[in-house]
């Protein structure tokens, strides 16, 4: 994304646009809300890092009235503890079909999925990228991913970029951040 003099991010009109309808975000988890890493421990323990700025920026959408939901592959105790430490309403764990999933998300909450935002990182959540309202990809996502979305954060996976893209969303939308600093 172009960026000026003072490091900021200039988004087209219609990008702009795209993010002031979102009403939902939706995250995968390994390669978005994760650095796409698998760590085992001695004992067989399945371990992720998540990104603690990350889930501060869900914590701000979600003060700012926005809906906020996980879609992943994968099925793990970890992303429920996590999706639970950020009252995310929506841990969808174990989907093959994200479109599907992101559809039946959307009609659970009277959306459509223009008014959805996802973010996503490889292959399998391309259907659903193409088809949401407003989509993203960390900067670290597959080169085909990075092709298809409206947007390509220039924080990777599990480093802050749900956290850039959540803060594109509110700035876009008018929204006080919770925390602000920027008076």
């Known amino acids: ?8 991010i200039h988004l087209s ?4 646009a795209r993010l002031k309808r979102v009403r939902a975000l939706a995250m995968d988890v390994d390669g978005v809300l994760t650095d796409a890493g ?11 890092k998540f990104n603690t700025r990350d889930g501060m920026g869900i914590k701000m959408l979600q003060a700012a009235g926005l809906l ?6 994968e099925k793990t105790a970890i992303v429920e503890r996590r999706g639970q430490k950020l009252a995310i309403p929506d841990v969808e764990q174990g989907v093959d ?21 996802y973010i ?9 990228l193409r088809r949401v309202g407003f989509s993203a990809a960390p900067a670290d ?3 085909i991913v990075r ?17 850039e893209l959540t803060d594109l969303i509110i700035k876009a939308q008018g929204h006080r951040p919770l925390y602000a600093t920027d008076r």
């Open 1 to 8: 994304m172009p960026r000026g003099k003072t490091g900021r």
């Open 13 to 16: 009109k219609t990008l702009l």
């Open 38 to 48: 698998m760590y085992y421990s001695e004992t067989g323990d399945e371990l992720k």
């Open 68 to 73: 906020t939901a996980i879609i992943t592959k």
């Open 97 to 117: 079909d994200k479109l599907l999933a992101l559809t039946q998300l959307a009609q659970k909450h009277g959306l459509s999925l223009e008014k959805v935002a």
């Open 120 to 128: 996503g990182d490889d292959v399998n959540d391309l259907e659903a």
């Open 141 to 143: 996502a597959m080169p």
């Open 147 to 163: 092709k298809a979305v409206h947007y390509v954060c220039s924080k990777r996976g599990g480093e802050g970029a749900v956290r």
